[in-house]
């Protein structure tokens, strides 16, 4: 690869100015041995890993909030210390030396409680609590007022680590299970961050890859910044077609890559002051088909301080190894394993044996127990509207969602089924991501999902913010070389596979998409 200059070429990274920190980034895989996970440290490692320069560079810059910010993955070893740093340790109080090595060990035991790793160098402390964002970071009451509104009473271990990380001024990419809260750990530090009132610049952009994600973020970052006057824009398509941007107060603007794209090109959309860029389902945004425009627009985004942040709940080695080389001295926060489902859905395997069977299987499911929401995936949008013809036959409230609808169609499709109008939604995998179902049982794989990723994502909607969930996955023989890889995810996140399936090898698995049958397979009951 042409070094990664296709996708930031926008960012100027000044190699000089940042000598030092580029050193760190380009001997990072060298540096690999040095990286300590807090987590697994004990005190007397912690003493011996701990570099001792950043007590110094602490104390310089005048930390004055309660954190810690000064253990670096990039340090020198103890050893290598080198005699001046030693000589300034010297002058560090005793008790001020113990007060930061106590402060490690309750970040170390506050990550390991919540499965939080990090890297990168000097990670500020975790949240406790959402108190210390007034405690530690000045806060304003009305944000801690609408968190308290909104039902949240702790951080959710992604919060406890990115926003304290964004806080401090850090760009970050992070990797945390469907379900986790990852849009209030970025839109959270953001609000705090941007002084409002000034009304002639776009000053942060999220990006999400479908206009039902951009819109569900939209929703909940008002809700966030309730009773504070932010301008909080979601990019429709008449905004993206017709507005006069310099006229527009924007605070935050959401949307996605494709009409902001348009709107930078055709509207002349100034983007050059926007001091946070969100990437959410980033792994999402760096597939082929965003890449132009994920890359436009990282461009047009040329205030040189602007903070970057990748979010998603996969996090593909690509991607990271991107991220840890482009942006400035990032932190890397992974909140349990990397690329894992949730654990709080409870994942089943069904051999449908073929389409027919697929359909019965489906109808037997919901004779037994319909319990309403149910989302299902089909892998594409004939088989979307196929399956809703076949069980609108029913008494079901039935009704599907793809990329072949309007615009108001599919607003219309999500708004009925949060409202509880339509009982069981078909979907493509245009809401697999970032969806919010609140109270979503169940997830039906009726096709076999094309990717790893693809099937965390799909389960991923049922089972959110600590409740249970469900996820069935039905397959046919086409899909039989596929299970094991499968099989691997759902152990890791607590499901029981049955044994042969684990003795089946792995095969590559990315865009499985098989020819399939039609659905369509006559009255079920043979009538
Ligand atoms: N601190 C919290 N306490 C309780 N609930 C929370 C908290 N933060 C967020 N939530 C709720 O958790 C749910 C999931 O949040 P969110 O959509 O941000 O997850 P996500 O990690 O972005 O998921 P995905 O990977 O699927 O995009 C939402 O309903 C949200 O309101």
Redesign the pocket.
């Given at each position: 690869m042409e070094d990664t200059s296709f996708l930031f070429a926008g960012l100027k990274f000044d190699k000089k100015k940042f000598a030092k920190d580029f050193q760190k980034f380009k001997g990072y895989k060298e540096n690999k041995a040095l990286e300590v996970d807090l987590d697994f440290v004990d005190d007397a490692k912690i003493e011996a890993e701990v570099g001792k320069k950043s007590i110094r560079k602490r104390r310089r810059k005048g930390t004055t909030e309660g954190s810690v910010e000064g253990f670096s993955v990039f340090n020198k070893s103890a050893s290598a210390v080198n005699e001046t740093e030693l000589n300034d340790e010297e002058e560090e109080k005793p008790s001020e030396k113990k007060e930061f090595f106590r402060q490690l060990q309750r970040d170390a035991l506050l990550r390991k409680d919540h499965k939080i790793h990090i890297s990168g160098s000097n990670v500020p402390s975790p949240l406790q609590s959402?108190q210390e964002l007034s405690t530690r970071y000045g806060c304003k009451p009305y944000l801690l007022r609408n968190?308290a509104e909104?039902?949240?009473?702790?951080?959710?271990p992604?919060?406890r680590q990115a926003i304290p990380v964004l806080l401090s001024g850090r760009e970050c990419f992070a990797c945390?299970?469907?379900?986790?809260?990852?849009?209030?750990?970025f839109i959270c530090p953001i609000l705090m961050k941007l002084k409002h009132g000034l009304k002639d610049r776009v000053r942060a952009v999220v990006l999400c890859p479908t206009r039902e994600?951009a819109a569900?973020t939209a929703r909940?970052s008002k809700k966030l910044a309730q009773g504070k006057n932010f301008y909080i824009n979601l990019m429709t398509k008449e905004l993206s077609r017709s507005a006069d941007f310099s006229k527009v107060p924007c605070d935050i603007l959401i949307s996605t890559p494709l009409r902001l794209e348009f709107a930078i090109r055709k509207r002349k959309l100034d983007l050059s002051r926007v001091e946070f860029l969100v990437l959410?389902?980033s792994d999402q945004l760096f597939e082929l088909g965003f890449m132009k425009q994920i890359d436009f627009v990282v461009k047009a985004c040329s205030n040189p301080s602007v903070i970057r942040m990748l979010?998603?709940?996969t996090l593909p080695d690509t991607v990271e190894d991107l991220a840890r080389t482009l942006m400035h001295d990032a932190v890397r926060i992974i909140v349990g394993r990397k690329n894992t489902a949730s654990p709080s859905v409870k994942q089943k395997l069904v051999f449908a044996g073929s389409e027919e069977g697929k359909f019965l299987a489906l109808r037997q499911i919901f004779a037994e127990s319909l319990n309403p929401p149910v989302l299902i995936f089909v892998h594409s949008m004939e088989r979307a509207k196929e399956l809703c013809r076949e069980l609108a036959c029913t008494d079901i409230k039935v009704d599907a969602i793809h990329s072949d609808l309007q615009e108001a169609q599919r607003e219309n499709a999500v708004d009925n089924f949060r409202a509880g109008k339509t009982w069981v939604l078909i979907a493509t995998d245009v809401v697999a991501?970032?969806?919010?179902f609140?109270g979503l049982n169940c997830v039906i794989n009726y096709d076999f999902p094309e990717s790893a990723a693809a099937y965390i994502?799909r389960i991923?909607?049922a089972g959110?913010?600590?409740r249970e969930g469900e996820a069935i996955t039905f397959y046919t023989e086409v899909d039989v070389p596929y299970l094991r890889n499968l099989a691997n995810i759902m152990l890791e996140s607590g499901s029981e596979v049955p044994s042969w399936v684990m003795s089946k090898p792995k095969a590559k698995w990315k865009k499985h998409r098989p020819v399939r049958n039609s659905i369509f397979c006559g009255p079920a009951d043979g009538k």
């Amino acid at each position: 690869m042409e070094d990664t200059s296709f996708l930031f070429a926008g960012l100027k990274f000044d190699k000089k100015k940042f000598a030092k920190d580029f050193q760190k980034f380009k001997g990072y895989k060298e540096n690999k041995a040095l990286e300590v996970d807090l987590d697994f440290v004990d005190d007397a490692k912690i003493e011996a890993e701990v570099g001792k320069k950043s007590i110094r560079k602490r104390r310089r810059k005048g930390t004055t909030e309660g954190s810690v910010e000064g253990f670096s993955v990039f340090n020198k070893s103890a050893s290598a210390v080198n005699e001046t740093e030693l000589n300034d340790e010297e002058e560090e109080k005793p008790s001020e030396k113990k007060e930061f090595f106590r402060q490690l060990q309750r970040d170390a035991l506050l990550r390991k409680d919540h499965k939080i790793h990090i890297s990168g160098s000097n990670v500020p402390s975790p949240l406790q609590s959402f108190q210390e964002l007034s405690t530690r970071y000045g806060c304003k009451p009305y944000l801690l007022r609408n968190l308290a509104e909104l039902g949240y009473k702790e951080p959710t271990p992604i919060q406890r680590q990115a926003i304290p990380v964004l806080l401090s001024g850090r760009e970050c990419f992070a990797c945390a299970p469907t379900g986790s809260g990852k849009t209030l750990a970025f839109i959270c530090p953001i609000l705090m961050k941007l002084k409002h009132g000034l009304k002639d610049r776009v000053r942060a952009v999220v990006l999400c890859p479908t206009r039902e994600l951009a819109a569900q973020t939209a929703r909940e970052s008002k809700k966030l910044a309730q009773g504070k006057n932010f301008y909080i824009n979601l990019m429709t398509k008449e905004l993206s077609r017709s507005a006069d941007f310099s006229k527009v107060p924007c605070d935050i603007l959401i949307s996605t890559p494709l009409r902001l794209e348009f709107a930078i090109r055709k509207r002349k959309l100034d983007l050059s002051r926007v001091e946070f860029l969100v990437l959410d389902e980033s792994d999402q945004l760096f597939e082929l088909g965003f890449m132009k425009q994920i890359d436009f627009v990282v461009k047009a985004c040329s205030n040189p301080s602007v903070i970057r942040m990748l979010f998603s709940a996969t996090l593909p080695d690509t991607v990271e190894d991107l991220a840890r080389t482009l942006m400035h001295d990032a932190v890397r926060i992974i909140v349990g394993r990397k690329n894992t489902a949730s654990p709080s859905v409870k994942q089943k395997l069904v051999f449908a044996g073929s389409e027919e069977g697929k359909f019965l299987a489906l109808r037997q499911i919901f004779a037994e127990s319909l319990n309403p929401p149910v989302l299902i995936f089909v892998h594409s949008m004939e088989r979307a509207k196929e399956l809703c013809r076949e069980l609108a036959c029913t008494d079901i409230k039935v009704d599907a969602i793809h990329s072949d609808l309007q615009e108001a169609q599919r607003e219309n499709a999500v708004d009925n089924f949060r409202a509880g109008k339509t009982w069981v939604l078909i979907a493509t995998d245009v809401v697999a991501r970032g969806m919010d179902f609140k109270g979503l049982n169940c997830v039906i794989n009726y096709d076999f999902p094309e990717s790893a990723a693809a099937y965390i994502h799909r389960i991923g909607r049922a089972g959110r913010a600590g409740r249970e969930g469900e996820a069935i996955t039905f397959y046919t023989e086409v899909d039989v070389p596929y299970l094991r890889n499968l099989a691997n995810i759902m152990l890791e996140s607590g499901s029981e596979v049955p044994s042969w399936v684990m003795s089946k090898p792995k095969a590559k698995w990315k865009k499985h998409r098989p020819v399939r049958n039609s659905i369509f397979c006559g009255p079920a009951d043979g009538k």
